[in-house]
């Protein structure tokens, strides 16, 4: 079985060369969980370096509003080709309309994110006579190639035609290695270089420490773990705060209101926070102290990624490439996931102890802009696609 290997970046272009390559990001939507955001940072990302295109095949697939702080936000080239798929005739159509599309922007390669949408681009670029080229990257770490059988097929099917296959993490490349006999290699996502928040010059009394913890409301991502760990801190007599960023998709409400419903039967509903699902949590981000991830299963979050530019300290479960993000006592603190007791250590160590917080928030920072950022994504893609192209 072939071995995930992990693409290398390069120098950007001088500013001087023009872009000529033309590439599109595609995914259903641009709005939504981590691998959604990732693919918009990617496709603003590779502006410097190439035509870039952001497609999405969803009625409310792009983002509400571009992000400020890129120089081409892609206002001009995200657009939306609404494919409904429901019976083989819809099938048909929106494949037309997508190859159309794609034949009009005459594209070199095609990055596609998220197992739903590659057969369709698949179908869509198989008659063209200048067939781009698609590169695949799968995100979910929580399965990979599962499901009924006959959707494993087609989109085991699908992969084998692209040029290069890609995972969010080392485990997820190995197993998508495994499950579709392709030689994944490990991609590492990134996010946008956002500045610190700057402290307010008027003098008012000191905060508690508040610690954020971000993701989907399942079961594998643990919020419960961290709201125990709060209701433990806080019976102890320390001050504290926690947000909960996120929701739950409808078949996980369950899991939502069982987490609400533990906040309520352990006193500490003053203390936690649930403002829901953010598109930017930057601005939540700079009131906060400490980011706990809790999950039990990852390939490199995304949030937790967004916690590290933030400059945050972070507490953090050992699992996915978390630990390639991250270095245990210098720009985090690493648990073993469901480790209840070692949980409450790790943020009442930092809870209690503010310059503590600082160092090992300033190192994160500093490690996610050099290894993390959106340019640094569009860097290593870009030798990517050149690799394929060639």
């Excluded at 001088?14 to 590439?23: G, I, K, Q």
């Excluded at 400020?68 to 206002?75: A, F, M, T």
């Excluded at 409301?217 to 705060?241: C, M, S, W, Y």
């Amino acid at each position: 079985m072939p071995r995930p290997s992990t693409t290398q970046g390069v120098p950007p272009q001088p500013a001087s060369t023009p872009p000529t390559l033309r590439v599109a990001q595609v995914i259903g939507s641009f709005r939504g969980g981590g691998a959604q955001r990732i693919a918009w940072n990617l496709a603003v990302g590779l502006n410097e370096h190439a035509v870039s295109h952001a497609i999405a095949l969803k009625e409310n697939g792009l983002p509400d509003q571009t992000d400020p702080h890129q120089p081409d936000p892609l206002e001009a080239r995200a657009s939306i080709v609404r494919c409904r798929r429901g019976s083989p005739l819809d099938l048909i159509r929106a494949a037309r309309a997508l190859r159309s599309h794609i034949a009009s922007l005459k594209l070199d390669l095609i990055h596609v994110h998220g197992s739903a949408t590659l057969p369709l681009v698949d179908l869509a670029t198989r008659a063209m006579r200048a067939r781009p080229a698609i590169v695949f990257t799968w995100h979910d770490s929580s399965e990979v190639l599962g499901g009924p059988f006959l959707k494993r097929r087609l989109i085991r099917a699908s992969i084998r035609r692209c040029a290069r296959v890609l995972g969010s993490s080392r485990d997820v490349a190995h197993r998508l290695s495994s499950a579709a006999d392709v030689d994944a290699q490990v991609f590492a996502n990134g996010g946008p270089i956002r500045d610190p928040a700057t402290p307010d010059p008027t003098p008012t009394p000191t905060p508690p420490p508040t610690i954020v913890w971000a993701g989907r409301f399942v079961p594998p991502k643990d919020p419960q773990a961290l709201i125990r760990a709060a209701a433990t801190l806080h019976n102890e007599g320390l001050d504290l705060r926690v947000v909960l960023l996120g929701d739950a998709l409808p078949h996980m409400r369950w899991f939502y209101d069982q987490t609400q419903e533990l906040i309520d039967s352990l006193g500490v509903r003053e203390i936690i926070e649930t403002p829901g699902w953010v598109d930017d949590p930057h601005e939540i981000l700079a009131r906060c102290d400490i980011a706990c991830q809790t999950s039990h299963t990852e390939g490199l979050s995304l949030a937790l990624l967004e916690q590290m530019m933030g400059g945050l300290a972070i507490v953090a479960t050992d699992v996915g490439d978390t630990a390639t993000a991250i270095e245990d006592g210098h720009s985090a603190l690493l648990i073993q996931p469901q480790d209840d007791a070692r949980l409450v250590d790790a943020l009442r160590s930092l809870v209690v102890d503010a310059d503590r917080c600082r160092t090992l928030g300033h190192a994160a920072r500093q490690r996610a802009i050099e290894h993390f950022s959106t340019p640094a994504m569009a860097r290593r893609a870009l030798a990517l696609y050149e690799q394929v192209l060639a």
